[in-house]
């Protein structure tokens, strides 16, 4: 059976390898788990558990090979290859998705940008024509997309994913403030903005209360 890793090890495993990325660049060739811990915000031990899960790696009082560390963490998350992407909705917060280079960097690539309203079809972003998102499942098989990004309505959201979901794609990132219903062994992760930003007044809310 499949250990399941928990996300705060996998958003873990993402920062470390960004990391490496960077003492790659500097010419860094090895490093020490304190210090992946110090640049990571964590404790050693919590970086040694994290990358246990996965095997053995590095020697003890020679620390990991930046490059072989940074190899075998990109293999686990899925990076050595290309990922094939729908963008479900074009307004503002798809446009923005749509120009972020991040998502090329690491392989993804949106192959397709779907919208319900006939205004914006047919217009172009970049090499890529806006399709009508009467036509998602025939793109999806077309494409073979395999991972959905989903900027739509709340009030949409949950049909647009059931959708996505009955034509094979098994990856979804959704933008809407709700919680979805997908069925098992469907990977759904969730990004709102609203509530990240309910978060950050909490916070400081919390500091302010507590005084200097």
């Given at each position: 059976?499949?250990?399941k890793i928990s996300?705060?090890?996998?958003?873990?495993?993402?920062?470390?390898?960004?990391?490496?990325?960077?003492?790659?660049?500097?010419?860094?060739?090895?490093?020490?788990?304190?210090?992946?811990?110090?640049?990571?915000?964590?404790?050693?031990?919590?970086?040694?558990?994290?990358?246990?899960?996965?095997?053995?790696?590095?020697?003890?009082?020679?620390?990991?090979?930046?490059?072989?560390?940074?190899?075998?963490?990109?293999?686990?998350?899925?990076?050595?290859?290309?990922?094939?992407?729908?963008?479900?909705?074009?307004?503002?917060?798809?446009?923005?998705?749509?120009?972020?280079?991040?998502?090329?960097?690491?392989?993804?690539?949106?192959?397709?940008?779907?919208?319900?309203?006939?205004?914006?079809?047919?217009?172009?972003?970049?090499?890529?024509?806006?399709?009508?998102?009467a036509s998602l499942?025939?793109?999806?098989?077309?494409?073979?997309v395999d991972v959905?990004?989903?900027?739509?309505?709340?009030?949409?959201?949950?049909?647009?994913?059931?959708?996505?979901?009955?034509?094979?794609?098994?990856?979804?990132?959704?933008?809407?403030?709700?919680?979805?219903?997908?069925?098992?062994?469907?990977?759904?992760?969730?990004?709102?903005?609203?509530?990240?930003?309910?978060?950050?007044?909490?916070?400081?809310?919390?500091?302010?209360?507590?005084?200097?």
């Amino acid at each position: 059976m499949t250990r399941k890793i928990s996300d705060s090890t996998v958003r873990r495993l993402s920062l470390y390898l960004r990391i490496l990325e960077a003492l790659e660049r500097e010419g860094i060739a090895t490093v020490s788990s304190e210090d992946l811990a110090g640049r990571s915000g964590t404790t050693a031990a919590q970086v040694r558990k994290d990358l246990s899960h996965f095997g053995s790696f590095g020697k003890r009082g020679l620390g990991y090979a930046v490059r072989d560390l940074r190899e075998h963490l990109q293999r686990i998350m899925g990076l050595e290859r290309r990922w094939r992407v729908v963008l479900v909705g074009a307004g503002r917060i798809g446009s923005a998705l749509f120009d972020y280079a991040g998502f090329r960097s690491r392989g993804f690539d949106i192959v397709a940008v779907l919208d319900a309203d006939a205004s914006k079809v047919g217009q172009r972003w970049g090499e890529v024509v806006i399709g009508d998102s009467a036509s998602l499942e025939d793109i999806i098989r077309r494409h073979c997309v395999d991972v959905a990004i989903v900027a739509v309505p709340v009030e949409a959201v949950q049909g647009v994913v059931d959708r996505v979901v009955s034509a094979g794609v098994r990856g979804i990132l959704n933008f809407a403030p709700t919680r979805l219903r997908v069925p098992e062994g469907v990977a759904l992760k969730d990004v709102s903005l609203v509530m990240e930003l309910e978060a950050l007044s909490f916070s400081l809310s919390r500091h302010a209360s507590l005084g200097p």
